[in-house]
């Protein structure tokens, strides 16, 4: 038996390329035709994860519990691309696509299916997964041909040949992938990885040329480089989530600087305004130093920036709340000065009003004002202008408040 060229891959084998980019409006033309390929391929994939479910019943328990985990994680992933495509088709809604339905296309084929309220993809070692849908079909097809390697069920199984090929492009899609790895050790070890994938895929060609039998070493081979592919398309979405991690933190960063700045600008003032004022420290953003690029450093500078967060609030309500006393202050002072102007006081209480008020008026100038007096001076005029603006009359010589109508007539 020969590696010969295996047919095309009928419709719904393996994911169709999705059009455009993130950002690039979908055409009518393009999402009909990928729609309706992604129809028959999300078909096809639920057919085999199926065959795959009814082929683990006849395994033994241990190889059931081996295989279990990742089938409940490739019907995930092809719910959460299931679910995409309905509103997908809702979207395109038969072809009447304008440019913000071209723009809502492009999003949620390019977006991220996390999004989702109604699944979360995740994988066993790296809990949630932020892919886009493209990326999600991909995992799906390696997921998938590997379970069905695991149980068996391999497509074209009695044709080494058209597994061989199978197995043949999972590899240059690993290499593509790898190219993608930043420098570093997990680069260098994929690289080994592959390398040995090469040579094992080598071996077996030579092996299926000279006519041996092949059929014990596909399988295996196919595990490994569907699980890699695997590997790097979750590492280039943790890459993506971190990136875009760090856009955002990086925005938190300058947004916080900005409004500390605002903050301090607001201590100033108060302190300029009001004695005795309070002392909060206001955080220097900047201390906290550049936005980290390893995931681990940048979940814990996260968590300083928010102490640095709760801490700027704490100081701005503090600021706020002293100037807002002493405007409460002051304007208190002015209502209760137009009441003793809008009422005839007796020649006494008239003076008394206006030495409160001339005191007053000396203590509203100072600068920083000194609160406590003030608030004390306006509770002791707020108090006597009521006392003294108050309807009385006398009986049996002492006196008597006079209730009144609501038309201000004696009752």
């Not at 994988?123 to 379970?147: F, K, M, W």
């Not at 990086?250 to 947004?255: F, I, L, R």
């Not at 009001?274 to 906290?288: D, E, F, Y």
């Not at 406590?372 to 006196?399: C, E, I, N, W």
């Amino acid at each position: 038996m020969t590696a010969a060229a295996a047919p095309h891959p009928e419709p719904g084998t393996v994911a169709p390329t999705a059009p455009g980019r993130l950002g690039v409006p979908v055409q009518a033309g393009e999402a009909q035709t990928y729609l309706g390929l992604l129809r028959d391929w999300v078909a096809q994939r639920r057919a085999d994860l199926g065959e795959v479910d009814r082929a683990v019943l006849g395994l033994t328990p241990a190889e059931q519990v081996a295989i279990t985990t990742d089938l409940t994680v490739a019907l995930t992933f092809w719910k959460a691309v299931s679910d995409r495509l309905t509103l997908l088709e809702t979207t395109f809604d038969g072809g009447r696509v304008g440019p913000v339905e071209a723009e809502r296309l492009s999003t949620l084929i390019h977006g991220r299916l996390d999004s989702n309220t109604t699944e979360h993809l995740s994988l066993p070692s790296s809990g949630s997964l932020a892919v886009s849908l493209p990326e999600a079909c991909r995992l799906l097809d390696s997921l998938t041909r590997t379970l069905q390697a695991r149980a068996s069920l391999a497509p074209g199984a009695a044709e080494a040949s058209q597994r061989i090929t199978v197995v043949r492009a999972g590899i240059e899609r690993t290499r593509d992938q790898l190219s993608l790895v930043p420098a570093g050790a997990q680069r260098d070890g994929a690289s080994e990885q592959l390398a040995r994938l090469d040579r094992r895929m080598t071996d077996l060609v030579e092996r299926a040329r000279r006519g041996a039998d092949v059929g014990g070493v596909i399988g295996p081979l196919e595990i490994d480089v569907a699980v890699l592919e695997r590997d790097l398309i979750v590492a280039a979405a943790e890459r993506a989530s971190a990136a875009r991690s760090r856009v955002r933190t990086q925005q938190q960063v300058e947004e916080l600087d900005a409004r500390a700045a605002a903050i301090r600008k607001l201590e100033r003032a108060c302190l300029a305004a009001i004695t005795p004022a309070p002392h909060l420290a206001v955080p220097n953003v900047r201390a906290l130093g550049p936005v980290p690029q390893a995931p681990a450093e940048l979940a814990a500078y996260r968590g300083r920036l928010e102490r640095v967060a709760r801490a700027l609030d704490l100081a701005h309500e503090t600021y706020a709340a002293g100037l807002a006393e002493r405007d409460e202050v002051v304007g208190l002072v002015g209502a209760v000065s137009a009441m003793a102007a809008a009422t005839a006081l007796t020649p006494e209480a008239a003076g008394d009003v206006a030495e409160l008020r001339a005191r007053l008026d000396e203590t509203l100038a100072a600068r920083p004002l000194p609160l406590t007096r003030a608030r004390a001076l306006a509770a002791a005029f707020s108090a006597y202008v009521d006392a003294a603006t108050r309807p009385q009359t006398r009986t049996g010589g002492s006196a008597r408040t006079v209730p009144t109508t609501a038309q201000g007539r004696p009752s």
